[in-house]
């Protein structure tokens, strides 16, 4: 089974920092990447699929890039909605499985 | 306008069932890749299982034996049918859309989630 790893668990930043998260896979997966963000209480959203494709309504702030094992997803300059938890996602197994990161938690400095 | 809305969960005890429901609303459940997704309450997310458009099932290893996933067509509903139940199933069940084209999609649509507890 693929896994897939994030880093950092959780870190503080404040608004207008520019933040990267990463995410390794335990084999390639290609681009099969998404990222998603979850605010408390809410379902998460998804804002980037295909490593780097913006989904649509998403701000031009977030962006990704990667493929094969290693992606990243990046805010240019954090908005006070920005600081939520988020998480990467495969979609390239098959069997499918849709395995998730753990997740990381952006919180306020 | 996509919509889900997931139902059915509640307080269960280890060993029991449960349905959980989701009644979609502008597309059909029948032609798109369903998933269940959960999360257990300060954890993050376990995706849990799947049913294509063609009908074929796939489940987390954490749950095959006990989960069944399903659609009615006619009502354009997805459900996951929960067996012999757990306490480490007790989560947040959430139903998700994994578009139309190929289950090798991510999940654009969610539900806003029912809650499932399973204790004494």
């Known amino acids: 089974a693929i896994r897939m790893t994030q880093s950092p668990s959780s870190f503080s930043a404040s608004t207008g920092d520019r933040v990267t998260i990463t995410c390794r896979a335990s084999q390639g997966i290609s681009s099969y990447l998404a990222w998603y963000q979850q605010k408390p209480g809410k379902a998460p959203k998804l804002l980037i699929y295909a490593a780097s494709t913006l989904q649509s309504g998403v701000p031009s702030r977030f962006s990704g890039s990667g493929s094969g094992t290693d992606f990243t997803l990046t805010i240019s300059c954090l908005q006070s909605e920005d600081f939520a938890t988020y998480y990467c996602q495969q979609y390239y197994s098959y069997p499918p499985m849709y395995t998730f990161g753990q997740g990381t938690k952006l919180e306020i400095k | 306008e996509v919509q889900l809305v997931e139902s059915g969960g509640g307080l269960v005890q280890p060993g029991g069932s449960l349905r959980l429901s989701c009644a979609a609303s502008?597309?059909?459940?029948?032609?798109?890749?369903m998933s269940w997704v959960r999360q257990a309450p300060g954890k993050g997310l376990e995706w849990v299982s799947v049913i294509y458009s063609g009908g074929s099932t796939y489940y987390a290893d954490s749950v095959k034996g006990r989960f069944t996933i399903s659609r009615d067509n006619s009502k354009n509903t997805l459900y996951l049918q929960m067996n012999s139940l757990r306490a480490e199933d007790t989560a947040v069940y959430y139903c998700?859309?994994?578009?139309?084209?190929?289950?090798?999609?991510?999940?654009?649509?969610w539900g806003q989630g029912t809650l499932v507890t399973v204790s004494s």
């Open positions: 502008g597309f059909t459940v029948s032609s798109n890749y």
């Open positions: 998700a859309r994994a578009g139309s084209y190929s289950p090798n999609t991510p999940h654009d649509y």
